[in-house]
């Protein structure tokens, strides 16, 4: 089975602009998060979906929204872009929702650069 | 509040030696810990994870021991091979599957 799988692989914009950043489950899986990795740091959670609803949400601006699809799939977007906002985003997916032990599977992430 | 730390940052090991990375966590309600290896231009790749009703739980070559008194998570590698070089990452489950991420500690293996 085909891993979780995140598109596009890099990515440059400037600040200002927009940025749209996908990601496809691992089959089966129902719940799918998104990550902020800067460089040198560990991941910092965004968001968690699952069936198609917000369930978690990090401590990151407005600017940054998300959504799931009837399929799992999911997108992250990013408002008026800051320099800042230069990182790798990291999708992960698990079945689904629950308490604990969950485990969550990364796919290879996007690399945004903002310039 | 909610972090995850680890002691070392970087932890260079002779193949073949044992390694240990150690991790400490502050939210004494965490009860699922998992650890991560990251290698360069990669997403993290789930290495084993833990319970908080265990204190030890083995894998292969890799062992994870929690001690919930001190709040203290490590990993242990036996037998350490140059493919284990990578970022090791610590984390913790909170609310339905947020995960807390400590820092990392780059794991060097010196053939």
Sequence with gaps: DAGVTQSPTHLIKTRGQHVTLRCSPISGHKSVSWYQQVLGQGPQFI???????ERGRGNFPDRFSARQFPNYSS????????LGDSALYLCASSRGLATYQETQYFGPGTRLLVL | ????????????????DN????????????????????ESGKGPQFIIDIRSNM????GQRVTVLLNKTVKHLSLQIAATQPG????????????????????????????
């Design chain 2, 19 to 38: 390694s240990i990375i150690n991790c400490a966590y502050s939210n004494s309600a965490s009860d699922y810990f998992i650890w991560y290896k990251q």
């Design chain 2, 1 to 16: 509040g909610e972090s995850v730390g680890l002691h070392l940052p970087t932890l260079s090991v002779q193949e073949g």
């Design chain 2, 84 to 111: 284990d070089s990578a970022v090791y990452f610590c984390a913790e489950n909170l609310y339905g599957n947020k995960l807390v991420f400590g820092a990392g500690t780059i794991l060097r293996v010196k053939s």
């Design chain 1, 75 to 82: 997108e992250l977007n990013v408002n008026a872009l800051l």
């Design chain 1, 47 to 53: 968001f968690q979906y699952y069936e198609k609803e």
């Design chain 2, 55 to 58: 204190d030890k739980r083995q």
